[in-house]
């Protein structure tokens, strides 16, 4: 009687997990991604490509911060150009101007802002700056998000420097701006709304990474591949500085993320982006460069360019999913009852700033992340 009794109950308790669970699946706030990666590897530029794609696209009020940002990008990369040049390289105006910009920098009235207009214009209609501006070789990480990303508007600087200007969808995308704080985009995948979350890379914000944790089902760490070739600096205490290659930091970190206690156990999808950037560094650079690709052939007489890219493209992510790899084996030695612990991993190559290409990928990885979510609810008796 007394089994009979309990059996009724646990009956009970399992019909109530299961609506639970599947009121959850429904629930906005259940259903939460979580973007991680190192700095400037384009995980926001993934989130406003899910809006795009997959969510609402842009209010007036995301496409007027972009443009704020984008006004940044600009007066940030003209400013340190200058700065960065042997003193009298330019005319005297260009000094004057480069005041007058410090001066209305924040551009908080509309007579501010055509200050500003009026100064970058004028800079950027000399000869001097302009050969400045294309041959320079900007020397911090931050310094050269935003100079790529005036690449692209050097071109337009009227247009957006206009007080109705409203910045289109492959504006925004190209745009950079720093995440300080964790954002959420809300996007739709079979007719079910999820939250994508979105964190700051650089080390000073990654101490918000523990809190966007809680009730992330996925994790998609964002790899740029173009890190292959560069450095970060970081001051030791004896005041010294220490550089490490960004490609094998960015894989620590993911390291240290799958074997985390908080983290160890969602299902992780490696997205290795900026493409394009790569195809173009490898033009000039081996993939060797990177300490450990050190061995790595560069391109085979036997091989296209194109192959040369893939199989480069395949070290990496093997470098990356060994992590997930040796992480699985060693659960699998230990596992005393159910697998469910045990971490799966998924990886696409793509360009963020390219919505057509990003879309298909996505296209792709959702469905691989709804099939395993699918199978785990499966298993675990739902
Ligand atoms: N060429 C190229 N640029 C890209 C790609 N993905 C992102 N970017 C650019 O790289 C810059 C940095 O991207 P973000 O999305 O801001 O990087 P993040 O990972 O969010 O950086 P933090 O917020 O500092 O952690 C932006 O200007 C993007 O437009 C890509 O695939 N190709
Ligand atoms: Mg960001």
């Not at 007027?64 to 005297?92: C, E, G, Y």
């Not at 200050?115 to 214009?121: I, N």
């Not at 041959?135 to 310094?143: A, E, G, L, R, V």
């Not at 205490?237 to 206690?261: A, H, P, Y």
Request: aromatic share 10%; proline share 2%.
């Amino acid at each position: 009687m007394g089994s009979g009794g309990s059996s009724a109950k646990d009956k009970e308790t399992k019909q109530a997990e299961i609506t639970k669970v599947k009121d959850d699946k429904h629930h906005s706030g259940g259903n939460t991604f979580l973007l991680l990666g190192t700095m400037g590897v384009g995980k926001s530029t993934i989130a406003k490509q899910m809006a795009i794609s997959f969510g609402d696209g842009f209010s007036e009020g995301d496409r007027s911060q972009n443009r704020q940002a984008i006004v940044k990008n600009i007066v940030s990369s003209t400013m340190t150009v200058i700065k960065d040049a042997a003193d009298d390289t330019f005319p005297d105006d260009v000094y004057t101007h480069m005041d007058a910009i410090a001066e209305n920098n924040d551009a908080a009235s509309p007579d501010d802002m055509a200050l500003l207009r009026e100064a970058l214009l004028a800079i950027w209609k000399d000869e001097a700056f302009i050969k400045a501006f294309d041959s320079f070789q900007p020397k911090t990480y931050s310094h050269e998000l935003e100079y790529n990303a005036s690449c692209w508007f050097k071109t337009k600087l009227s247009e957006v420097l206009e007080d109705n200007y409203s910045p289109k969808n492959e504006d925004i995308v190209k745009c950079r701006s720093m995440t300080t704080a964790v954002s959420d985009t809300t996007f739709i995948y079979n007719e079910k709304e999820f939250l994508l979350r979105d964190v700051g890379g650089q080390v000073q914000y990654r101490n918000q990474w523990k809190e966007a944790f809680a009730g992330a089902q996925v994790v998609l760490y964002i790899v740029s591949l173009d890190d292959f070739h560069k450095q970060s600096t970081k001051e030791k205490e004896d005041g010294t500085d220490s550089t490490s290659n960004r490609l094998i930091e960015s894989r620590t970190l993911f390291k240290d993320i799958v074997n985390s206690d908080t983290m160890g156990s969602v299902p992780y999808v490696l997205i290795f982006n900026k493409t394009d950037l790569f195809q173009e560094s490898l033009k000039t650079k081996p993939l060797s460069v990177c300490p450990i690709f050190s061995k790595a052939d560069g391109q085979r007489e036997s091989e296209s360019f194109e192959e040369y890219t893939s199989r480069c493209q395949r070290y990496i992510r093997t470098y990356f999913s060994k992590v997930v790899d040796e992480k699985c084996g060693k659960e699998q030695k230990n596992i005393h009852g159910s697998q469910d612990n045990i971490v799966s991993v998924n990886s696409y190559f793509t360009c963020a700033t390219d919505t057509e290409l990003f879309k298909a990928v996505m296209e792709k990885s959702l469905l691989a992340i709804w099939k395993l979510m699918e199978t785990r609810l499966t298993k675990a008796g739902f």
